[in-house]
């Protein structure tokens, strides 16, 4: 067993959704890490250290969610295996489904084409850097229910919103959220994208304090077997609490997946 000088990494237990001798999938919940970060220098808890005490050997992650998404994260158990996994996203066969909830009511779907600017860390500048150069990026969207809501924002006696399904074909930071609200439909408690009034509201009438983004579903191929692996995860109870309020429950149950 992997000793780790954080008790409290040691007595949190993650949710394994598949694991083989070469890859591991948890179900991440909202606010933890996916790895150490100087974005959040602070922060101790991240899904890498928690997971490599849990099943006690190293982990390499593949790619990452944002803190406060939740949802499915692949892990490879060598280095070997993340390089073959790796390719796999740099190439574009890994596909994803998220699940959001929006202001406002989307159109039923559409293709958000929109180029976002990455940052990097230099060490030796110690901070964070913009890269001047927009990086090409994709994501489709389709709409799976809408609602309207006695809640006064502004100057409106009543609210609209959506659930959506998203699938983002590159992986840029920050990039559904971003693109959410590049087209004016901003993920409800988004505190960086968003809109701080209508988070104010779910944290008020549901006590939602939480991004309303879980990545759902993840196909990839395995990279010893070549099998196609199809992964789905659960929403989160308070999430999944909200979507049952909401009588959304079997708006989740996607059918039609845009590969």
């Given at each position: 067993?992997?000793?780790?000088?954080?008790?409290?990494?040691?007595?949190?237990?993650?949710?394994?959704?598949?694991?083989?001798?070469?890859?591991?999938?948890?179900?991440?919940?909202?606010?933890?890490?996916?790895?150490?970060?100087?974005?959040?220098?602070?922060?101790?808890?991240?899904?890498?250290?928690?997971?490599?005490?849990?099943?006690?050997?190293?982990?390499?992650?593949?790619?990452?969610?944002?803190?406060?998404?939740?949802?499915?994260?692949?892990?490879?158990?060598?280095?070997?295996?993340?390089?073959?996994?790796?390719?796999?996203?740099?190439?574009?066969?890994?596909?994803?489904?998220?699940?959001?909830?929006?202001?406002?009511?989307?159109?039923?779907?559409?293709?958000?084409?929109?180029?976002?600017?990455?940052?990097?860390?230099?060490?030796?500048?110690?901070?964070?850097?913009?890269?001047?150069?927009?990086?090409?990026?994709?994501?489709?969207?389709?709409?799976?229910?809408?609602?309207?809501l006695p809640y006064t924002v502004d100057r409106y006696p009543s609210t609209r919103y959506s659930l959506i399904a998203a699938y983002p074909r590159t992986g840029r930071t920050h990039q559904i959220r971003k693109h959410l609200k590049h087209i004016s439909h901003p993920i409800i408690g988004d505190a960086k994208h968003g809109k701080g009034k209508h988070n104010r509201v779910f944290e008020e009438k549901h006590g939602i304090h939480r991004l309303l983004l879980a990545a759902t579903e993840i196909s990839?191929?395995?990279?010893?077997?070549?099998?196609?692996?199809?992964?789905?995860?659960?929403?989160?109870?308070?999430?999944?609490?909200?979507?049952?309020?909401?009588?959304?429950?079997?708006?989740?149950?996607?059918?039609?997946?845009?590969?």
């Amino acid at each position: 067993m992997i000793n780790d000088e954080s008790e409290s990494s040691k007595q949190e237990i993650l949710d394994i959704i598949y694991q083989d001798q070469h890859i591991i999938v948890i179900n991440k919940p909202s606010g933890l890490l996916v790895h150490k970060s100087p974005i959040d220098k602070h922060e101790t808890r991240y899904a890498m250290k928690i997971l490599r005490n849990q099943i006690g050997q190293w982990v390499y992650p593949v790619h990452r969610l944002d803190k406060p998404t939740s949802g499915l994260l692949l892990f490879a158990l060598s280095p070997e295996i993340a390089k073959k996994l790796g390719e796999q996203f740099e190439n574009n066969t890994v596909k994803k489904t998220y699940i959001a909830m929006v202001r406002g009511h989307t159109p039923l779907g559409g293709i958000i084409r929109h180029a976002l600017k990455e940052t990097a860390m230099f060490k030796h500048q110690k901070k964070m850097v913009e890269q001047r150069e927009p990086q090409e990026a994709l994501t489709l969207y389709k709409r799976l229910a809408t609602i309207e809501l006695p809640y006064t924002v502004d100057r409106y006696p009543s609210t609209r919103y959506s659930l959506i399904a998203a699938y983002p074909r590159t992986g840029r930071t920050h990039q559904i959220r971003k693109h959410l609200k590049h087209i004016s439909h901003p993920i409800i408690g988004d505190a960086k994208h968003g809109k701080g009034k209508h988070n104010r509201v779910f944290e008020e009438k549901h006590g939602i304090h939480r991004l309303l983004l879980a990545a759902t579903e993840i196909s990839f191929t395995h990279p010893i077997t070549e099998e196609r692996m199809n992964l789905k995860a659960t929403l989160e109870n308070d999430f999944n609490s909200l979507i049952s309020i909401l009588e959304w429950a079997d708006k989740t149950q996607i059918k039609n997946i845009i590969t």
